[in-house]
């Protein structure tokens, strides 16, 4: 447990209103040393922890390779969804996912390393955690005899992730009911000197920066809170495993071990001996020579230092501006008061594209005669034609959006693969995340964004209006926006060439067009096929693009109360019904019996189709399943006919 330290409690201020990086000590307690001070349990007065610097000054650098500075392992229960949660909006700014990040392109990889296998099929708690898996691919889901330690973290990064050419220069591994001021550990790893205004700085070797060890090692479970460890250090205990783990105690981190097995040796090497040539080395070789071969340790623990890795004491107000690691925060609203209290700002973890919407003001408000549409489209046509300036340029806003200007307009990510997350049953819970798989490697392929959303539809089960499956047109309406085109794939549909793509397909599509390319570029936004066999569109694969006019028709889709409960077309109906209507045909080109363009069923498949949809009648599981493995043949240069999708 964690203990009061001494001296006596203090309550700190700014040095100064350019200088907040620490704080100092009020006039009633004076400091003994000006740049040191020394953490304290609880203060006399309480107040937030002052804000150490603003990452807002830092250049921007986009990482196009698979090196990284950082590299974070949070590794957690499949069960602990809202906190994996909180982290990722505490620790990154990633609040939802209509914006994703496709590529980790800065100095920070993160993934959670989920122990003790998924939950029990056929369970909400196992839908939920698909559709997490299926809308973030932040989870590294480990097989369930792995038990959790930190050699397990290290195995697995050493050898997964190096398979995958990862590599980085500090690992940091922490447990998911720990908190990290994770902004504060980067900053004094890139300054060079850890706790840099305490009593007790330490300054890395600047010959060997990465053989470190930063953490506590009092031999117990607490070893397991949080640690950093640098890339060289992590060599060296791999090196030596067999021979730390051998005189480890039971219950011992490897890192741990690690500490007290070079504290032996080094014990052994400065003892006194007769034989000893020492006078004959080069202090300066010898120096480096220990510096590459023997980790630094960093303790939180020792006797003689004030720890910054602390444990949650059920107050913020004995987390103080040195305290860099809380542990043992279980609640949820804690580790929000944390993230408040230290002014956590978050690190960013890639530069995501730009909203198409990014440029537009909120509305103003409307008079009860004013057309929406009409001002709406006139909105869009300002946009369009907005744009003098001949200067390329990236800006990046707070939440890590990359905003690339060409020649003074935007250029908005342009499309966006979007599909459902949501499990309705046990039926879809063996594919869904392999389906959805298919489709993200797609887009990260050909530099798309992919979407898979599920809150959409919970909510419309929570409303029981009407079928769960409407969930789409929410989805649809929210995603939209955002990009200039959005390809919707049901969960059943699987991409089966992934060469194709979807600027090929639309210029495809608008030579096939009956009034033309430059018509088509006018006017149509909905581009929806209409297979052999069936007496309407099928809604399963379309092409939309964010208009006014989309957005009009979605909303009359939208309050199409005839539909919400008829089967088995639901909103496929209602698109039919509206997208029939006199003012909309202009806007929709219809695939009228086309089963080859985008929308292919198994039975009508040849080779080259782009998208083939399962929609039987009952479980599309097994259905899906053969797809995807035909999918796998034929990326590995197989070939595939109907036979196989039947």
Same mark, same amino acid.
């Given at each position: 447990?964690?203990?009061?330290?001494?001296?006596?409690?203090?309550?700190?201020?700014?040095?100064?209103?350019?200088d907040?990086? !620490?704080?100092? #000590?009020?006039?009633?307690?004076?400091?003994?040393?000006e740049?040191a001070?020394?953490?304290?349990?609880?203060?006399?007065?309480?107040?937030?922890?002052?804000? #150490?610097?603003?990452?807002?000054?830092?250049?921007?650098?986009?990482?196009?390779?698979?090196?990284?500075?950082?590299?974070?392992?949070?590794?957690s229960?499949?069960?602990?969804?809202?906190?994996?949660?909180?982290?990722?909006?505490?620790?990154?700014?990633?609040?939802?996912?209509?914006?994703?990040?496709?590529?980790?392109?800065?100095?920070?990889?993160?993934?959670?390393w989920?122990?003790?296998?998924?939950p029990?099929?056929?369970?909400?708690?196992?839908?939920?955690?698909?559709?997490?898996?299926?809308?973030w691919?932040?989870?590294?889901?480990?097989?369930?005899?792995?038990?959790?330690s930190?050699?397990?973290?290290?195995?697995w990064v050493?050898?997964?992730?190096?398979?995958?050419?990862i590599?980085y220069?500090?690992l940091?591994?922490?447990?998911?009911?720990? !908190?990290?001021?994770?902004?504060?550990?980067?900053?004094?790893?890139?300054?060079?000197?850890?706790g840099?205004?305490?009593?007790?700085? !330490?300054?890395?070797n600047s010959?060997?920066?990465?053989?470190?060890v930063?953490?506590t090692?009092?031999?117990?479970? &607490?070893?397991?809170?949080a640690v950093?460890?640098?890339?060289?250090?992590i060599?060296?205990?791999?090196?030596?495993?067999?021979?730390?783990?051998?005189?480890?105690?039971?219950g011992e981190?490897?890192?741990?071990?690690?500490?007290?097995y070079?504290?032996?040796?080094?014990?052994?090497?400065?003892?006194?001996?007769?034989?000893s040539?020492?006078?004959?080395?080069?202090?300066?070789?010898e120096?480096?020579?220990?510096g590459?071969k023997?980790?630094?340790?960093?303790?939180?623990d020792g006797?003689?230092?004030?720890?910054r890795?602390?444990?949650?004491?059920?107050?913020?107000e004995?987390?103080?501006?040195?305290?860099?690691?809380?542990?043992?925060?279980?609640q949820?609203?804690?580790f929000i008061?944390?993230?408040?209290?230290?002014?956590?700002?978050?690190?960013?973890?890639?530069?995501?594209?730009?909203?198409?919407?990014a440029?537009?003001?909120?509305l103003?408000p409307?008079?009860d $005669?004013?057309?929406?549409?009409?001002?709406?489209?006139?909105?869009?046509?300002? $946009?369009?034609?907005?744009?003098?300036?001949?200067?390329?340029?990236?800006n990046?806003d707070?939440?890590?959006?990359?905003?690339?200007?060409?020649?003074?307009k935007h250029?908005?990510?342009?499309?966006?693969?979007?599909t459902?997350?949501?499990?309705?049953?046990?039926?879809?819970?063996?594919?869904?995340?392999?389906?959805?798989?298919?489709?993200?490697?797609?887009?990260?392929?050909?530099?798309?964004?992919?979407?898979a &959303?599920?809150?959409?539809?919970?909510?419309?089960?929570?409303?029981?209006?009407?079928k769960?499956v409407?969930?789409?047109? $929410?989805?649809?309406e929210?995603?939209l926006?955002?990009y200039?085109?959005?390809?919707?794939?049901?969960?059943?549909?699987?991409?089966?060439?992934?060469?194709?793509?979807?600027e090929?397909?639309?210029?495809?599509?608008?030579?096939?067009?009956?009034?033309g390319?430059?018509?088509f570029?006018?006017?149509?936004d909905?581009?929806?096929a209409? #297979?052999?066999r069936?007496?309407?569109i099928?809604?399963?694969?379309?092409?939309?693009?964010?208009?006014?006019?989309?957005?009009q028709f979605?909303?009359?889709?939208?309050?199409?109360?005839?539909? !919400?409960?008829?089967?088995?077309?639901?909103e496929?109906g209602?698109?039919?019904?509206?997208?029939?209507?006199?003012?909309?045909?202009?806007?929709?080109f219809?695939?009228?019996?086309?089963?080859?363009t985008?929308?292919?069923?198994p039975s009508?498949?040849?080779?080259?189709?782009?998208?083939?949809?399962?929609?039987?009648?009952?479980?599309?599981? $097994?259905?899906t399943?053969?797809?995807?493995?035909?999918?796998?043949?034929?990326?590995?240069?197989?070939?595939?006919?109907?036979?196989?999708?039947?």
């Amino acid at each position: 447990m964690y203990e009061p330290m001494t001296p006596p409690p203090v309550v700190q201020e700014p040095v100064d209103e350019h200088d907040t990086t !620490f704080d100092r #000590p009020p006039a009633d307690h004076p400091p003994k040393d000006e740049t040191a001070v020394a953490p304290s349990t609880h203060a006399d007065s309480h107040k937030p922890v002052s804000q #150490p610097f603003d990452e807002a000054k830092d250049d921007i650098i986009i990482n196009n390779s698979n090196h990284y500075t950082y590299l974070l392992v949070v590794t957690s229960d499949a069960a602990s969804m809202e906190r994996r949660r909180l982290i990722r909006e505490k620790y990154f700014g990633l609040r939802n996912n209509l914006l994703p990040c496709m590529k980790f392109n800065t100095d920070i990889f993160y993934k959670f390393w989920i122990h003790g296998g998924a939950p029990k099929p056929d369970t909400p708690l196992r839908r939920q955690y698909e559709a997490e898996k299926m809308e973030w691919n932040d989870l590294a889901e480990l097989p369930v005899a792995t038990h959790l330690s930190q050699a397990n973290v290290i195995n697995w990064v050493e050898t997964k992730l190096a398979a995958e050419d990862i590599t980085y220069d500090y690992l940091i591994i922490q447990d998911i009911n720990t !908190f990290v001021r994770l902004e504060s550990v980067k900053h004094e790893l890139d300054s060079g000197v850890i706790g840099g205004n305490t009593e007790s700085p !330490f300054t890395i070797n600047s010959d060997a920066p990465t053989n470190i060890v930063w953490g506590t090692f009092r031999g117990d479970e &607490r070893d397991n809170d949080a640690v950093v460890v640098g890339a060289r250090a992590i060599k060296l205990a791999l090196e030596h495993r067999q021979e730390i783990e051998a005189a480890s105690e039971k219950g011992e981190t490897l890192l741990t071990g690690m500490y007290k097995y070079f504290q032996a040796l080094d014990a052994a090497a400065t003892a006194p001996s007769s034989s000893s040539n020492a006078d004959d080395k080069d202090p300066e070789a010898e120096a480096l020579e220990r510096g590459l071969k023997v980790p630094e340790f960093i303790r939180e623990d020792g006797p003689d230092v004030s720890p910054r890795f602390i444990r949650w004491e059920n107050n913020v107000e004995s987390v103080h501006t040195e305290d860099i690691v809380v542990s043992q925060v279980y609640q949820g609203a804690e580790f929000i008061d944390l993230a408040r209290w230290t002014h956590l700002n978050p690190v960013r973890v890639c530069y995501r594209s730009a909203s198409r919407s990014a440029s537009q003001l909120p509305l103003e408000p409307l008079d009860d $005669d004013e057309d929406v549409e009409q001002l709406l489209k006139e909105q869009h046509d300002e $946009d369009a034609e907005d744009g003098d300036s001949d200067d390329d340029m990236v800006n990046v806003d707070d939440d890590g959006v990359q905003d690339t200007k060409i020649n003074g307009k935007h250029d908005p990510s342009t499309f966006a693969v979007v599909t459902s997350s949501f499990i309705y049953d046990a039926c879809m819970e063996p594919s869904a995340t392999r389906a959805a798989q298919n489709k993200r490697d797609y887009a990260l392929k050909h530099g798309y964004s992919f979407v898979a &959303r599920s809150a959409e539809f919970a909510q419309e089960a929570a409303r029981g209006q009407r079928k769960t499956v409407w969930g789409k047109v $929410d989805v649809i309406e929210k995603v939209l926006p955002k990009y200039e085109w959005l390809f919707w794939l049901d969960m059943d549909a699987v991409i089966m060439n992934q060469d194709r793509r979807l600027e090929d397909l639309l210029e495809d599509v608008k030579q096939r067009y009956p009034y033309g390319a430059a018509t088509f570029d006018e006017r149509v936004d909905l581009v929806i096929a209409r #297979p052999h066999r069936d007496p309407m569109i099928n809604a399963g694969v379309f092409l939309i693009r964010n208009t006014p006019w989309a957005m009009q028709f979605l909303r009359e889709v939208q309050r199409t109360t005839s539909w !919400f409960q008829k089967g088995s077309s639901y909103e496929q109906g209602a698109m039919w019904d509206i997208m029939r209507k006199s003012e909309h045909e202009a806007n929709v080109f219809l695939l009228d019996r086309d089963d080859h363009t985008f929308n292919t069923f198994p039975s009508y498949y040849k080779s080259g189709d782009f998208v083939v949809h399962f929609a039987p009648d009952k479980c599309p599981n $097994d259905a899906t399943v053969k797809g995807l493995n035909a999918a796998d043949k034929i990326l590995a240069g197989e070939t595939v006919t109907k036979t196989d999708l039947e």
